[in-house]
């Protein structure tokens, strides 16, 4: 092939991956094959208003997303559950985001779902569909090309506590706690919580805190791998600056960079090891002999 005819060829070859990997992410659990009716669960969800759901996009490329429903401890109501749902496709189409950082509003994190909103969707087929929609948003949450962290102060309980496993890493301040409820609820979790809790923890462990609804604080957290660290504030303003500050440990650098190490590590964990490693060879091919990389080139010899 002669270089000028390589170029172009290239470049669609790097646009057709991208938009493999981009409909890799899309993908949705769950469709009407599934008994899944997405317009009809949100018009019911959407009966349930109050709180909601807030995200702030820096030009670090952190962004904060606020659960925001302060006098119920930040509990899912059905409008914030399909504001969710919104705030999610805004971030997968920020194409300069890199990190993400998620809190409760008012000192305290999420104490799960709305009862009032659960009552009143308490029928089974409602219910399905509500656990599939959560299911739906909280995986493109966790597929999102960031990187992204958990912020748990006060209490992260039930569905709270399904949404910090959703993220990369879990932060916790002094005093809080997480604690999957659901037990005494007469439920288990249903919005993917207890899948992802036995990758984050194994499968004692996770056994251990669902079957005894367990409180789990900061300490307890470290010992189980559930948590990175105890930050030092539990005052809200300070504890979002230190969350911010250990998070750009690890979004500092170009965005296609860090967005690329999100996703091969997605894939790794995700995919079957053949197919993992076609998808990170389709990455690299994203950054190889991009900018970073060429200036990498120039600037640093590698042995030193």
């Known amino acids: 092939i002669f270089p000028e005819m ?30 899944y009716e997405e317009e009809l669960i949100k018009k019911k969800l959407q009966q349930f208003s109050g709180g909601s759901i807030n995200l702030s996009k820096e030009d670090n490329g952190i962004g904060i997303l606020t659960l925001n429903n302060p006098k119920l401890m930040n509990a899912f109501t059905g ?9 999610i496709t805004e971030l997968e189409n920020w194409k300069d985001g890199k990190g993400l950082i998620i809190h409760g509003a008012g000192n305290t994190f999420c104490s799960g779902s709305d009862l009032n909103a659960v009552k009143e969707i ?5 219910g399905m569909n509500m656990c599939m929609f959560m299911q739906n948003t909280l995986t493109r949450l966790m597929r999102l090309p960031l ?23 879990r932060l916790m301040t002094p005093g809080s706690e997480i604690r999957f409820v659901h037990k005494h609820m007469g ?17 004692g462990a996770a056994l251990r805190l669902l079957g005894g609804a367990a409180r789990v604080d900061p300490e307890r957290a470290l ?22 500050a250990w998070l750009s440990q690890y979004t500092e650098g170009p965005a296609s960079v860090i967005r690329a190490v999100k996703k091969v590590v ?15 060879k389709d990455i690299f091919g994203t950054v190889w002999g991009g900018p970073a990389n060429l ?6 010899p590698k042995h030193k």
């Open 6 to 35: 390589a170029l172009p060829l290239w470049k669609t070859l790097l646009q057709t991956t991208k938009k493999r990997i981009l409909q890799q992410r899309r993908l949705s659990l769950y469709d009407g094959a599934h008994g």
């Open 79 to 87: 409008t914030m559950m399909v504001e969710l749902q919104e705030r």
């Open 122 to 126: 308490s029928n089974s087929q409602d």
């Open 147 to 169: 990187i992204s962290v958990a912020l748990v102060q006060g209490k992260a309980f039930g569905g709270g506590a399904e949404l910090t496993t959703a993220c990369d890493f």
């Open 187 to 203: 439920l288990v979790p249903g919005w993917g919580g207890a899948a992802r809790l036995v990758r984050i923890v194994g499968s």
């Open 223 to 244: 010992r189980l791998g559930l948590s990175e660290e105890t930050l030092p504030s539990s005052d809200e303003t300070r504890a979002l600056g230190e969350a911010r």
């Open 266 to 280: 997605t894939a790794g964990r995700e995919l079957p090891l053949e197919a993992a490693l076609r998808t990170e």
């Open 295 to 300: 200036q990498a080139l120039v600037g640093r």
